[in-house]
């Protein structure tokens, strides 16, 4: 029977997902037979990972986490719109750095804003500026 092009072309990706699933299978048989095997009650606790818990879990987070991952949203997709105008900056000419001049000075000024609202106020600094404010009040 001849081997057709198709054939020849799904050579490569056979092989590889053969070698894939071969070394899925060894890491995870070698995990079973060279682990441990213990059990404790103390791997049955949630979140300690085997560790004896030296407290609660439940604590008040100092970093609004939303703020973080909106700056990286924004971030991030500035890095990819300027990143992506760097790339052919020469053939966009004057035009493409007045508008890219622009959508930084936009993302600047909203910076600016989010500063004067006091949006990148948290941490251990705005802690210790919460409660002098506090002390002047009372």
């Avoid at 008040?60 to 991030?76: C, R």
């Avoid at 990148?120 to 409660?131: F, I």
């Amino acid at each position: 029977m001849p081997v057709t092009a198709q054939q020849v072309e799904f050579l490569p990706l056979a092989i590889y997902t053969f070698i894939a699933v071969a070394l899925i299978f060894a890491l995870l048989g070698a995990a079973y037979y060279l682990g441990s095997g213990k059990d404790s009650p103390d791997k049955g606790i949630p979140y300690e990972s085997g560790i004896v818990p030296s407290g609660g879990a439940r604590h008040a987070s100092q970093v609004p986490f939303y703020l973080i991952a909106i700056f990286f949203i924004v971030f991030d997709v500035e890095g990819a719109f300027i990143y992506t105008w760097a790339t052919a900056w020469d053939l966009l000419g004057i035009q493409g750095m007045v508008h890219i001049t622009i959508f930084i000075v936009v993302l600047l000024l909203g910076l600016v804003w989010l500063w004067i609202k006091g949006g990148l106020d948290w941490g251990p600094t705005a802690m210790k500026r919460q409660a002098e404010v506090k002390v002047k009040v009372e």
